[in-house]
């Protein structure tokens, strides 16, 4: 069982909807992330928070807003996304020290389709 | 910048048969290196981690060295099971200590074990 939770499991949303994904985790971790994981590809990343700050945003599009609300909780906001958006996010955590010293906890990803 | 190239897949293998999975970087400094397994279905597992030359990590009858002088982490596996079937990436963390909260994937190898 992973220790990372993420729901839901799967999404299925329209172009207009808005909707949001949730991770939870109860390590202790005080660095949180968001990857995207296209089909037979790497995850790619989109955001880190480290300490509830946002301290790496990969030129990710407005469309995708993070948020920490407390060291335990992360969420993904989705509004008007498009169909190439369609793919499995992952949420990880990890010490604060960084992935050196603690690599990351992944979660077992919602599975996203935009219609 | 930093890169991670592993050997192509898909990779199919007898049960019992020797993995080899090669994997070379490119980075500055002295990065951590990882290797992460991805199950149907499922998130990023953390399946072993080196921090410096000549490091070994091990878990579940899997190893990789960690071999400055050829840039590689090549993992093994002296007898495959089928429920060794996944989909296998190399990783790095630059800079290999605090702080650093950025891990460059390689493409991913896909391995199925056939009974």
């Known amino acids: 069982d992973t220790e990372v939770t993420q729901t839901p499991k799967h999404l299925v949303m329209g172009m207009t909807n808005k909707k949001s994904l949730k991770c939870e985790q109860h390590m202790g971790h005080r660095a949180m992330y968001w990857y995207k994981q296209k089909a037979k590809k790497p995850p790619e990343l989109m955001f880190v928070?480290?300490?509830?700050?946002?301290?790496i945003n990969e030129s990710v599009p407005s469309r995708f807003s993070p948020e920490c609300p407390n060291s335990s909780l992360l969420n993904l906001h989705l509004h008007a996304l498009q169909p190439e958006d369609s793919a499995l996010y992952l949420c990880?955590?990890?010490?604060?020290?960084?992935?050196?010293?603690?690599?990351?906890?992944f979660g077992n990803g919602t599975r996203l389709t935009v219609t | 910048g930093n890169s991670v190239t592993q050997m192509e897949g898909p990779v199919t293998l007898s049960e019992e048969a020797f993995l080899t999975i090669n994997c070379t970087y490119t980075?500055?400094?002295?990065?951590?290196l990882f290797w992460y397994v991805q199950y149907p279905g499922e998130g990023l597992q953390l399946l072993l981690k080196?921090?410096?030359?000549?490091d070994k990590g091990s878990n579940k009858g899997f190893e990789a060295t960690y071999r400055k002088e050829t840039t590689s982490f090549h993992l093994e596996k002296g007898s495959v099971q089928v429920s060794d079937s996944a989909v296998y990436f190399c990783?790095?963390?630059?800079?290999?200590?605090?702080?650093?909260?950025?891990?460059?994937f390689g493409k991913g190898t896909k391995l199925s074990v056939i009974p």
């Open positions: 928070y480290s300490y509830e700050k946002l301290s």
């Open positions: 980075a500055t400094g002295y990065p951590s």
């Open positions: 990880a955590s990890s010490q604060a020290s960084g992935i050196g010293n603690s690599p990351l906890h």
């Open positions: 990783a790095l963390s630059d800079a290999g200590g605090a702080g650093s909260y950025q891990l460059t």
């Open positions: 080196a921090t410096k030359a000549d």
